[in-house]
């Protein structure tokens, strides 16, 4: 087990880098947009190149940082559900929830992923619009970002299973709920005013 936690850990410490190196994208995006707009507004000058370009940073953000995501246990769930729910039962859905659905969906959508990448690499496929990037790059990011997915689903697997047999804290038991670190968030916020 311990050779198992190394490996998660490993994983963890990748998906926590690229996760934060890759939200930056939000900002670069950002000034892509303004600049484009600005320059075109301006100078009457436009290029598909910058358009496309901010599609590329926000699927940057959006696929390279959901393995990011799951590792801070900020996924998507039913808080107020699972909050009332005893944590046996939590840590049961969790395993069940990545072992029978997320890492099943994460290896069809590599499986599927890879020729979608190749051949539109091998076509050295170019953007529909005049001017525009060409597609590939974009297409890798389906395979990576789902490749980084399945190994955070078998680092948290495996984390979950050394929780229930008692070889690890819970890493997420110090964590409050998203609704209730919201609530107390906004709570201080009209309290200091």
Known sequence: MSS?????HGIDAINRWIGRSFAWMVVVAILVSAANAIVRKSFNLSSNVWLELQW????MVFLLCAPWTLLSNEHVRIDVVNGML???VRNT???IGHAVFLLPLTIIMIITAVPFFLNSLLLNEQSFNPGGLPQWPAKSLIMIAFALLAAQGV???IKRIAVMLGRIPDPYAALKPTLEAEIEHIIDGTEKR
């Open 4 to 8: 198992l936690l190394k490996l998660s």
């Open 93 to 95: 859905i969790d395993l």
């Open 155 to 157: 680092s948290e697997l």
């Open 56 to 59: 590329v940073l926000f699927s």
């Open 86 to 88: 005893p944590q046996s």
